[in-house]
């Protein structure tokens, strides 16, 4: 998805005026598979992870900041290490590992001052891995309740700002999916489940950009099953809502070829 594109960036400025005093970004090789205990004081430790952060050594920043917590589990400085891990897995593309940390954070902290960026941070490792319309949307929908979990928490916050208008892109993305599945189901002549689809997306993503393709598709569905009133109803139903859409200039066509005497009633003739 494209807004997804600048998010990163966004939330490392964020991140970093929240938490650190100055800090960039970079990519990282996976999280070391073996880090060595060393005893090391709460501040080395935790500065030791910045500097990993700084430099765009996101896995081994990530562990660092784990090892805060572990050897330093009372200290304030756990706190903050303890989202700072979440958002270097973030980061580095280790979505789950980020989820896991923010969750844990939340578990222990629930009512901290960063409690809304760690349920943002939640929600963006979900937003990052919404896959293709051709895939299982899980996921999508996971980032669907995260999001709208920060407008219900946090609805003045500038991250449920971001969340409304993620949220609109979710929804829109949903659609789709369905719409593909309608698709086929039509394609394959399975009509009864076809419209279901397409009903599915009028009554749950009305708001969506596939609306009107949804409501042409119900025309032509209804048409090719013999129900040329449920057809007109569609159609008419279209017109309303998308004057002048192309959707609707199709939808006119096949009633004017298929049921050319509903076509005249509807127009008044």
Not at 57 to 62: E, F, K, Q, R, V
Not at 209 to 228: C, F, N, Q
Request: aromatic share 10%; glycine share 6%; charged share 25%.
């Amino acid at each position: 998805m494209t807004a997804k594109m600048t998010v990163r960036g966004a939330l490392l400025g964020a991140t970093c005026a929240m938490l650190l005093t100055a800090c960039g970004g970079g990519s990282s090789a996976n999280r070391p598979n073996d880090l060595a205990y060393v005893a090391r004081d709460v501040e080395s430790l935790y500065m030791a992870a910045k500097d990993r952060l700084d430099r765009g050594d996101l896995a081994m920043s990530a562990a660092l900041f784990d090892e805060v917590e572990r050897q330093h589990p009372y200290s304030p400085w756990a706190r903050r290490a303890q989202l700072m891990s979440a958002f270097s897995y973030y980061a580095a593309g280790e979505y789950n590992r980020a989820v896991q940390s923010a969750t844990r954070f939340l578990s222990i902290h629930p009512g901290n001052r960063d409690a809304p960026y760690a349920y943002y941070l939640i929600a963006m490792s979900y937003y990052e891995q919404i896959s293709d319309v051709e895939r299982d949307q899980a996921v999508t929908r996971q980032a669907l309740a995260a999001m709208n979990e920060i407008v219900r928490r946090y609805p003045e916050s500038p991250y449920a700002d971001d969340a409304r208008l993620k949220i609109d892109l979710i929804n829109d993305h949903l659609a789709g999916k369905e719409m593909e599945i309608g698709r086929f189901y039509e394609r394959t002549g399975q009509w009864l489940a076809a419209q279901l689809r397409f009903q599915n997306v009028v009554e749950s993503y009305q708001t969506t950009s596939h609306a009107p393709e949804a409501l042409y598709r119900l025309t032509e569905t209804s048409l090719a099953l013999g129900l040329r009133e449920e057809a007109l109803r569609y159609s008419a139903v279209l017109g309303a809502n998308y004057p002048g859409n192309e959707w609707y200039e199709r939808a006119f066509e096949l009633m004017e070829d298929h049921a050319p005497e509903q076509v005249t009633i509807q127009s008044g003739g």
